[in-house]
């Protein structure tokens, strides 16, 4: 992790957490709920732990928690460190690095940046003023880059059901990696199934030996999916822009869908681009900035103590 985890203080009277009064920007991209903490050039970094107490901030209740520090390298602007709500730790998520550019480009006229997290690099450009398109990278397909407890050799399709040996309610997903494992289950109406009941079960089988983001997956036409996903660590989201990619990815290498589609979840539409020429994923789609505030030191208090 980049910088030093935040340590209490004292003002001679109480513990305080070094986080406490910080500035922090609530976002949302399509519904996805993400905040946005800048700590770049304070050294200071955030725990799991903190994570979910900046969580039950008033309004604060997020999907990620987007933490910015220095950059690693001369050609990124930021290195992210990216939490899900429950204090674990995400590869990627392609709506909260759209929020973070949006929070780096507004008031400039910067139509490109360039975000790290600890596998990749980003490319962020600006299309209108709140309106981004995120190089998302190449997918990876092999069981032991999603990665995944057993070797399958065809990945677009593995074993696995949840339900009765003979009619599973479920069945055979593809799996990919998109900077963070994903299972599209192929269904016909991504309504007819309890995804906040089953989305757990499968999110920690334990053919995912880091967990995974689960995704009912309903191809409408050969340039339209519909989408509903259950992300890891998070629960029922109303977007998941590493899960359109997925679900694009695997629908294109199915031959079900073209290699660019506009992909429909619960928030609103993302378009995704697989480009043939160099096998890297675009994902477009919009921000909305709803409130900034500081965090509340009383977040931190049982942390502190």
């Not at 460190?81 to 674990?88: A, E, P, Q, R, V």
Request: a negative charge.
């Amino acid at each position: 992790m980049n910088g030093r985890q935040a340590k209490p203080w004292t003002n001679g009277h109480a513990l305080l957490s070094p986080l406490a009064n910080r500035p922090i920007v609530k976002m949302n991209g399509l519904g996805n709920e993400i905040a946005v903490l800048n700590l770049r050039g304070t050294g200071l970094a955030v725990s799991g732990p903190e994570a979910r107490a900046i969580s039950r901030g008033e309004g604060l209740a997020f999907d990620q928690l987007m933490v910015l520090h220095e950059p690693r390298s001369a050609k990124a602007d930021a290195f992210m460190t990216i939490y899900n709500s429950d204090g674990s730790q995400a590869e990627t998520c392609g709506n909260g690095t759209r929020c973070v550019a949006f929070i780096l480009m507004r008031g400039t006229s910067r139509e490109r940046i360039v975000l790290e997290t600890a596998t990749t690099q980003l490319e962020c450009l600006r299309k209108a003023e709140t309106v981004f398109t995120v190089d998302m990278g190449r997918p990876r397909f092999a069981w032991n880059e999603i990665p995944l407890r057993d070797p399958f050799h065809d990945t677009r399709k593995i074993e696995l059901q949840i339900g009765p040996i003979d009619a599973p309610i479920l069945h055979t997903p593809s799996a990919v990696n998109m900077g963070n494992p994903h299972a599209i289950f192929w269904v016909d109406d991504i309504e007819a199934y309890d995804l906040g009941k089953i989305g757990p079960l499968l999110e920690n089988h334990p053919i995912f030996p880091e967990r995974a983001n689960i995704s009912l997956a309903h191809v409408l036409s050969r340039d339209h999916i519909a989408l509903k996903v259950w992300e890891r660590g998070a629960g029922l989201t109303r977007a998941c822009g590493s899960a359109a990619c997925a679900a694009l990815v695997a629908a294109a290498r199915k031959g079900l869908t073209e290699q660019r589609a506009i992909v429909s979840l619960p928030g609103g539409d993302l378009d995704i681009e697989w480009r043939e020429s160099d096998g890297r994923v675009f994902m477009t789609g919009p921000v909305e900035l709803e409130f900034e505030t500081r965090l509340d030191p009383a977040l931190f208090k049982d942390i502190a103590a």
